[in-house]
């Protein structure tokens, strides 16, 4: 008798310890921006014309996670091959193009962004690229547009002008990625 109030005893101090050491994980939440962060698919225009496109571009949450400021991040794109775009305009017009990657305004409710002076992450402190640059504009139109698959897609569109040529004003426009083969560009 004695022998198995042991083993009970044994038994549920295994059982509470057993359930003592249930791991909790942290619940590291999501973004603070879920209508803005996205993945792109844009056309870059420079007076009216086409100049590179599409190009994949993307916006998300700052490290801060706060609803007043986003990245906005070419990826690299602009410094890569113009990927079909045409070169020739952008070297005969000798225009101050660069990839930029940088923190905008934001505001959440409205969908719009834009910010001045913003440092370009992207600058190596060389000619090559531009050390700041600003966004106006700045706006999403959430189901704006109907995509190849049926798919209806947020829009985004924004004016980009680089310290570099300040003269310079670029049309960035486009939809988002909607994961279906036939909307990727």
């Known amino acids: 008798m004695m022998k198995s109030i042991h083993i009970f005893l044994g038994l549920g101090l295994l059982l509470v ?3 003592a050491c249930k791991r909790q994980l942290p619940d590291y939440g999501g973004t603070a921006i879920p209508n803005v962060a996205n993945r792109w698919f844009v056309n870059l225009n420079f007076q009216g014309s086409p100049i590179v496109g599409p190009i994949q571009f993307d916006t998300y949450n700052t490290s801060g996670n706060s609803d007043d400021s986003m990245w906005v991040d070419d990826l690299g794109s602009l410094d890569a091959d113009f990927q079909g775009g ?3 305009l952008y070297y005969s017009l000798g225009i101050g193009l660069a990839s930029f990657k940088g923190t ?5 409710m409205a969908e719009t962004f834009s910010g001045s002076g913003i440092q ?6 060389d000619t090559s690229s531009s050390e700041t640059f600003s966004v106006y504009n700045g706006i999403i139109l959430p189901k704006a547009s109907k995509q190849p698959s049926g798919a209806m897609a947020d829009s985004i569109y924004f004016q980009i002008v680089f310290s570099k040529n300040p003269l310079d004003t ?3 426009a486009g939809n ?3 994961g279906f083969d036939q909307d990727d560009k």
Do not use: E, K, M, P
Not at 104 to 108: A, I, N
Not at 120 to 125: I, K, L, M, Q, V
């Open 17 to 19: 310890s057993l359930g």
């Open 176 to 178: 988002n990625r909607t």
């Open 104 to 108: 905008t305004g934001l505001q959440y």
């Open 170 to 172: 670029f049309v960035i």
């Open 120 to 125: 370009n992450a992207y600058w190596t402190g």
């Open 86 to 88: 045409d070169s020739s």
